[in-house]
């Protein structure tokens, strides 16, 4: 079935340093990427898209590439700001699904002065 | 504009007892509705989904159960909860494009005791 692998569950860092949260994902169809933003107590909300291979997307500050040959999405961001603390989904979406997302496990990102 | 409203935002509830948590999408029609279920600090799990008023499907099996019974209203119920249903809910809308970006409500947080 359908997949997404996160494989940092928190990441701390200090502030103005840059940032790496890894995505990959598993699907025999055509893919849609997401990266959705949880800050706390908050519903999660869009930060990125994307359907394009080899296209980078940008949204804050933050900006993902498509890599459809490693199956990649992962999120960037050159220096991290303490606003940016929070819980980083990635999720996938594929045809025929209805816009059923799969999310992976999340990537708690805590930004320290 | 679209606005989803959710409630009640926050309930404390008994094992056993039943369970009603409802949410309204307005300036949409005829959106798909889901409903997500987010343990503290983790992910995000898709419970059912509804394309059209009076159908509903399920995800995933929780001793759960939910009803579209208005284009805008999207209810999730059970009549026995238990302690694992504790945690965060939240009902969403995208348009019926497949693919799209999928609008989270504020949520619902409960605490079954």
């Known amino acids: 079935g359908d997949s997404v692998t996160q494989t940092e569950g928190l990441v701390t860092l200090t502030k103005g340093l840059p940032v790496m949260l890894n995505c990959t994902y598993q699907?025999?169809?055509?893919?849609?990427l997401f990266w959705y933003v949880q800050h706390l107590n908050e519903a999660p909300k869009l930060l990125l898209k994307?359907?394009?291979?080899?296209k980078r997307t940008e949204h804050q500050g933050f900006y993902a590439t498509l890599h459809k040959s490693s199956s990649s999405f992962h999120l960037q961001k050159s220096s991290v700001q303490l606003s940016d603390s929070a819980l980083y989904f990635c999720?996938?979406?594929?045809?025929?699904?209805?816009?059923?997302?799969?999310f992976g496990k999340g990537a708690k990102l805590t930004v320290s002065p | 504009a679209q606005t989803i409203h959710q409630w009640p935002v926050a309930e404390i509830k008994a094992v056993g007892s039943p369970l009603s948590l409802g949410c309204t999408i307005k300036?949409?029609?005829?959106?798909?509705l889901y409903w997500y279920w987010q343990a503290t600090g983790g992910t995000l799990q898709q419970l059912f989904y509804?394309?059209?008023?009076?159908?509903v499907e399920s995800v995933v099996q929780l001793n759960l159960s939910a009803s579209r019974p208005k284009d805008d209203q999207f209810i999730l119920s059970t009549e026995k909860l238990l302690l694992s249903h504790s945690g965060f809910y939240l009902c969403?809308?995208?348009?019926?494009?497949?693919?799209?970006?999928?609008?989270f409500g504020k949520g619902s947080r409960l605490t079954v005791v």
């Open positions: 994307s359907s394009t291979d080899n």
């Open positions: 969403a809308w995208s348009s019926g494009t497949e693919n799209t970006e999928v609008f």
């Open positions: 509804s394309i059209t008023v009076g159908q």
């Open positions: 699907t025999t169809y055509s893919p849609f």
């Open positions: 999720a996938l979406s594929v045809q025929g699904t209805g816009s059923k997302l799969s």
């Open positions: 300036g949409k029609s005829s959106p798909n």
